[in-house]
């Protein structure tokens, strides 16, 4: 009688933590599977001390039938290889599949890359003391975090990066004065949700900042990112590096990382071209901008203002805004193909701006907060309350 209760019991445990796991980690099953926030926040948090209870449940089950004779054959080798599948997947997807590169990431020069990357490739660069460094979409999309220990000009700068979203943000990976451990563990509402390991607090990527559950909580300090092609950065940085992500030597993770990266490419293929986001766990609908529309935006304060190239180009390449009280000019250059934000505390409006920053108002400092190129109906997820294209008017500068 009492083999058989823990017989059963263990069942209900192992079962119940991994569909948990199965539905909340496994990433790709939010395509037919519905999973709520909290819900896969607390598997983030607690991910280790689930597994944990779902292996003593499996482990209980395995020495009451073995051991004890408790439960029939048909169903123990019915829900071991279920088990199995709910377990692996999710560990194997997230753990290995979607192993990062935060500390381990390699640069190449142009001679290496001329073969690897077609000149027009969209490249994603953040730079530092003269020292640039261009990652493309197309790398970046499998690990999700580039990095490594020699820094970026003296600073500790990584890249994050989401397919989902098209986004990809500096940041330095530090709360607080404590180093951040990132993983890659889910995605919500289109946007990556990092963890950090030394802490167990989920990270939303628009954001860099703990899920908490509280306001006003500390985040990761973001560096100025921006968009452009491969061809422009070679001109823009004759001495700048590109990150790349070559097959494993290792055999089996060269073949684990070639099916995630079919499974990849052709779901990201699909955001960039369907009207309708892949994973369907938006909260909400904005219809100001059609859904795929690559948008420009920054947010400081309580205030977030996105951009259009297409506004842009009709306003003579250059717009100057004020957000969260910050005077910012916006700028299209078509000689690098990048499209930028720069603080202006001159207090007189931009009417001239290059690549580099250099003005008719002197030489500004890029805004760390833009976030470039992302997909609109990501943006107004996260920002419900910006503006569109907003332009410094005279009643501003009076």
């Keep these: ?32 599977l519905s999973v709520k926030r909290k819900n896969m926040m607390r598997f983030i948090r607690y991910e280790y001390q689930l597994l944990a209870a779902g292996f003593t449940g499996m482990l209980l089950m395995a020495i009451a039938h073995f051991g004890f004779e408790a ?8 829900a071991f290889p279920i088990l199995l ?5 999710p560990w194997v997807w997230v753990h290995l599949g979607l192993r990062n590169q935060q500390k381990s990431a390699r640069y190449y020069s142009f001679d290496e890359t001329q073969a690897v990357l077609a000149p027009g490739a969209p490249v994603v660069v953040v730079e530092n003391n003269g020292v640039a460094r261009a990652h493309p979409d197309s790398h970046l999309m499998h690990p999700h975090l580039a990095g490594n220990v020699e820094g970026l000009g003296g600073e500790n ?5 989401c397919a989902l979203a098209n986004l990809g943000l500096g940041y330095i990976p530090r709360i607080e004065g404590q180093a951040c451990a990132l993983e890659v563990l889910a995605q919500y509402g289109n946007n990556l949700i990092l963890r950090d390991n030394n802490t167990n607090a989920p990270i939303q990527q628009i954001y860099g900042r703990p899920e908490t559950g509280q306001t006003g909580e500390p985040a990761m300090q973001p560096w100025p990112t921006f968009r452009m092609t491969f061809r422009s950065f070679q001109k823009a940085y004759p001495d700048g590096s590109v990150f790349l992500n070559l097959p494993s030597s290792n055999p089996l993770l060269r073949l684990l990382d070639l099916a995630t990266g079919v499974m990849f490419g052709a779901g990201i293929a699909r955001q960039h071209t369907e009207a309708r986001p892949i994973m369907e766990n938006m909260t909400r ?32 390449n250059l717009v100057n805004a004020r957000i969260g009280g910050r005077d910012i000019v916006f700028a299209w250059d078509p000689v690098f193909e990048s499209l930028g934000a720069w603080y202006n505390d001159s207090g007189v409006p931009v009417g001239r701006i290059d690549f580099y920053g250099n003005s008719d108002q002197g030489n500004l400092l890029r ?11 990501v943006w107004s997820e996260f920002y419900p ?14």
């Design 1 to 32: 009688m009492l083999e058989n209760l823990i017989f059963y019991l263990g069942l209900i445990v192992a079962l119940g933590v991994g569909l948990l796991y199965f539905r909340d980690l496994g990433d790709v099953t939010q395509m037919f």
């Design 71 to 78: 439960g029939p054959d048909w169903l123990f080798w019915t």
């Design 85 to 89: 599948i709910l377990y692996v997947f």
């Design 157 to 161: 700068v990584i890249m994050t990066y």
């Design 285 to 316: 609908h904005d219809d100001r901008l059609p859904t795929k529309t690559y948008v420009w935006g920054v947010d400081i304060g309580d205030d977030a203002v996105c951009f259009t190239q297409d506004f842009l180009v009709e306003q003579g």
């Design 367 to 377: 805004v760390e907060r833009l976030k470039a190129g992302l997909f609109w109906h």
């Design 385 to 398: 309350h910006t503006d569109i294209n907003r332009v410094l008017t005279d009643t501003d500068t009076a």
